[in-house]
C-alpha cells in the first residue's frame, strides 16, 4: 500500500504578490522602496547599485522571475523517491495578449488569401489552362478590337475598290461612246 | 463681332476664326492693339487667319498672347496648305550613303516645323457621349476629319452601345469602349483608358461629352495637344475652359436636342479655313456596310420569309429594350404594335411585305398576336445589320429612330413618324433630298398620330415597285 503524503507549501514571492499577507512585510516593502526610489533620485547610478544589493537580501531571487509559482507539490510515497510538482501560473499581460491575437490575426487573413488563391475556379479552368499560342505570348488574348479594326480596314478597302471601278467604268463609258461616234463618223 | 464693328473701314488685326465668340472675351484682344487705317497695312489685301487656331484669346490665361502677329510673313513650305498624307520623309534610293535616306539639301531639322505651324494631326480620338443615334450622327464629324487632316488616323471611345456603329464606319480605326456619361466612373477602368489614350499618344482629342472641370481633367490628363469639348452651358463648365485648348458651348443641356445638326459647332471649328485651306465642305452622312454583315442579314430576312428589294422595313416598336435606337433628344419616339399593325395593313395589300424589326426577343409574340402568324419578324439589335436590312429593303417606315438616318444614308425612301413637326425639322433637316416623308402628330405626342396620313404617304413606295 502507498501511502501518499502530501505536504501543501504556499511560496510567497515578494514582488509578484500582489496582495501582501502581513502588514509589517507590507511596511517593509513600501518603506525599502521608498528608500530605493528616494536614494535612486538623490545619489544617482552608484548608490543604486548598492541599494540593489540591499534589495536582494531582502527578497528571494527567482529564476524565471515572470513565472509566478504558485505552489510545490510533493507527493510522498513510502520506499520510493519523492515527486515534486512544482504549479505555477502564467498570466498574460495586456500587451502579450494583444501580440497573441495580432499574430493569430494575421496568421487567419495570410491563410485565407494563400488557401483562397490556390482554389481560384479561374486560373483551374480551360480559359486560362488551355494549351495557347497565338505567338503573342500571352495567356488571355484579346483578339477583338483587332479583328473589328481589320474588319474596318478591309470595308475601307472594299470602298476604294468600289469607287475606283465606278470611276474605271466611267471612263469606259466615255471611251466607247467616243468609240461609237467615230464609227458613226 | 461687337467691338470690330466700332472700328469702321479697318481690318480687324486680331482676325476670327469662324467659331463663335462671346464679345465679352473679344473685347479685351482688340482693346490693346490701335486700330491702324488700312493703307498702313502691309499685308492688308491678304487675308489673314490666325497662327495658333485655338488660342483663346483670354487675357488672363497668356497675357503675353496679343494674338497673331499681322507683319507675320507667310506662304512658306510648312506653313501653308494642307498636311500631307504621308509624313515620310522624301526617299533618295540612289543615295550613296545608307544612313541617308532623304536627298541631299533636304533639311530634317525644320521638316516637322510644319507640324508645329499647320497643326497637323496625325492621330485623332472621338470622345462620343450618347448611344447608337449620337454616334451615327457623328460619321460627318469623322469624315470631316478624315478630309481636313488627311492620312489622320481616327480612333473612337464610346458607350458600348455606341461602339456596335463603327462596323458601319471605313473611317475609323480603334473603337473603344468607355461610358462617358458615368458621373462616377470605375477608378480601375478610369485609369485604364486614361492609360490607353495616353499611350497612343493623340495631337487632338474630341469630346462630345459636356464638359465640366472633371471631364476636363480627363481630357488633360490624356495629353493630347489639341484637348477640344463641348461644356455645360451653365456654371458646371466653371474651370473647364483652363485645362482645355477650345470648348463648345452647348445650346441646352442635352446635346441631341439639336438633332441631325447636334455637332454644328464641332464641325464649324473643325471644318474652319485655314493657310491656304478653303472652308472644308461638311460630307453628308454615310455609312459603308460590310459584306459579312449583309451575308448574315439576308439570310435572316429570308428565314423571315421576305426577299431581296420586296420588303419594307418597319422600326420603332415600343419595348423597354436598350437596342431600340431612340435619340436622347427625342424620348417619345416609340409607337406601340397596335398602330404598326394598322399601317402595316395599308403596306401589305400592294404586294410588299413588311418586316418588323423587333429589338427583343419577347416581343415577337405580341407581334405574332397582333399582325398574325405569318407576319416577318427580324430581331435586330445592332445598327449594322439594321443598315444592311434597309440597304436590301424598297424602303422604310420609322419612329425617329436610327432606321431614319440610316435609310437616308443609303438613300432608300422613307417614311418617318414625329411627335411634332419641329422635331421633324430638327432631326432630318431637308427631307425633299433624301426622299424622306415626315408624317408628325399634331398634338405633340407620337401615339396620336394620324394613320390615314401615313397610308397616303406610303404612295412613295409605288416609284421603284413601277421597276420591280
Redesign the interface.
Known amino acids: 500500500m502507498a501511502e501518499a503524503v502530501m505536504s501543501f507549501a504556499v511560496v510567497k514571492p515578494h514582488i509578484h504578490n500582489p496582495l501582501p499577507t502581513t502588514k509589517s512585510y507590507f511596511n517593509a516593502t513600501s518603506k525599502s522602496l521608498r528608500q530605493c526610489s528616494s536614494i535612486g533620485f538623490k545619489k544617482g547610478w552608484h548608490q543604486i547599485e548598492s541599494s540593489k544589493s540591499r534589495r536582494g537580501s531582502l527578497s528571494k531571487v527567482n529564476a524565471l522571475p515572470d513565472w509566478p509559482l504558485m505552489a510545490i507539490v510533493v507527493e510522498h510515497v513510502q520506499g520510493q523517491r519523492d515527486i515534486i510538482l512544482h504549479k505555477s501560473v502564467w498570466h498574460l499581460n495586456n500587451d502579450e495578449i494583444k501580440n497573441v491575437y495580432t499574430l493569430y490575426i494575421m496568421f487567419t487573413v495570410w491563410g485565407c488569401c494563400f488557401f483562397g488563391a490556390t482554389k481560384d475556379p479561374y486560373y483551374d479552368s480551360e480559359q486560362y489552362r488551355k494549351d495557347g499560342g497565338d505567338g503573342t505570348g500571352h495567356w488571355v488574348y484579346e483578339k477583338q ?1 483587332d479583328m ?2 481589320s ?6 478597302r ?2 476604294l475598290i468600289e469607287e475606283i471601278e465606278q470611276k474605271v467604268g466611267g471612263l469606259r463609258e466615255l471611251e466607247e461612246a467616243g468609240k461609237k461616234e467615230k464609227i458613226v463618223k | 463681332m461687337a467691338a470690330s464693328s466700332l472700328l469702321p473701314k479697318s481690318i480687324s488685326p486680331f482676325p476670327k476664326t469662324p467659331t463663335q465668340k462671346s464679345a465679352v472675351t473679344h473685347f479685351p484682344a482688340s482693346f490693346f492693339s490701335a486700330p491702324q487705317p488700312p493703307h498702313l497695312h502691309p499685308f492688308s489685301t491678304q487675308k489673314p487667319t490666325t497662327l495658333i487656331p485655338n488660342a483663346k484669346e483670354n487675357r488672363w490665361l497668356d497675357p503675353f498672347n496679343d494674338g497673331e502677329d499681322p507683319e507675320m510673313e507667310y506662304g512658306s513650305l510648312f506653313a501653308d496648305g494642307k498636311q500631307e498624307e504621308d509624313p515620310t520623309l522624301p526617299n533618295n534610293p540612289d543615295n550613296p550613303y545608307g544612313f541617308l535616306k532623304f536627298p541631299a539639301g533636304f533639311s530634317v531639322e525644320v521638316a516637322s516645323l510644319g507640324s508645329k505651324l499647320r497643326g497637323d494631326v496625325r492621330r485623332c480620338c472621338c470622345l462620343i457621349s450618347g448611344g447608337v443615334y449620337e454616334n451615327l450622327l457623328f460619321f460627318p464629324v469623322i469624315q470631316l476629319i478624315k478630309d481636313r487632316y488627311p492620312g489622320v488616323q481616327v480612333d473612337v471611345v464610346t458607350t458600348g452601345r455606341g461602339k456596335q456603329c ?2 458601319l ?8 469602349v468607355y461610358d462617358p456619361d458615368q458621373d462616377f466612373p470605375d477608378p480601375a477602368e478610369y485609369t485604364d483608358m486614361l492609360g490607353i489614350i495616353r499611350n497612343r499618344y493623340y495631337e487632338m482629342i474630341l469630346s462630345t461629352k459636356l464638359a465640366g472641370l472633371g471631364h476636363a481633367a480627363f481630357l488633360f490628363m490624356s495629353t493630347a495637344r489639341d484637348r477640344v469639348s463641348y461644356i455645360y452651358p451653365n456654371v458646371n463648365a466653371a474651370g473647364a475652359g483652363l485645362l482645355l485648348s477650345e470648348t463648345f458651348t452647348a445650346d441646352t443641356m442635352n446635346l441631341s436636342d439639336g438633332g441631325y445638326h447636334m455637332y454644328h459647332q464641332m464641325i464649324d471649328w473643325l471644318a474652319r479655313p485655314g493657310r491656304n485651306v478653303p472652308r472644308q465642305p461638311v460630307p453628308p452622312l454615310k455609312v ?1 456596310i ?3 454583315v449583309k451575308e448574315v442579314v439576308e439570310t435572316k430576312y429570308k428565314n423571315a420569309g421576305a426577299e431581296k428589294g420586296k420588303y419594307i422595313v418597319i422600326h420603332g416598336i415600343q419595348c423597354d429594350s436598350k437596342a431600340s435606337m431612340q435619340s436622347k433628344g427625342d424620348p417619345d419616339s416609340l409607337l406601340p404594335i397596335q398602330v404598326w399593325a394598322e399601317i402595316a395593313e395599308a403596306v401589305t395589300y400592294r404586294g410588299v411585305r413588311p418586316i418588323f424589326v423587333i429589338p427583343h426577343e419577347k416581343i415577337r409574340e405580341d407581334v405574332e398576336e397582333e399582325v398574325g402568324w405569318d407576319a416577318s419578324i427580324v430581331f435586330i439589335t445592332t445598327p449594322g445589320q439594321l443598315a444592311a436590312l434597309i440597304n436590301d429593303s424598297i424602303g422604310v417606315i420609322a419612329t425617329n429612330t436610327a432606321a431614319i438616318q440610316l435609310a437616308n444614308a443609303r438613300e432608300k425612301p422613307s417614311i418617318a413618324l414625329f411627335c411634332s413637326a419641329e422635331k421633324g425639322k430638327v432631326f432630318v433637316p431637308n427631307p425633299g433630298e433624301k426622299q424622306c416623308t415626315i408624317v408628325s402628330s399634331a398634338t405633340g405626342k407620337l401615339i396620336d398620330i394620324d394613320v390615314e396620313a401615313v397610308k397616303t404617304a406610303v404612295q412613295i413606295f409605288q416609284m421603284p415597285l413601277a421597276f420591280v
Open positions: 478590337e473589328e479594326e474588319a474596318r480596314a478591309e470595308l475601307w472594299e470602298e | 463603327y462596323e464606319n471605313k473611317n475609323v480605326r480603334w473603337a473603344d459603308s460590310p459584306r459579312k
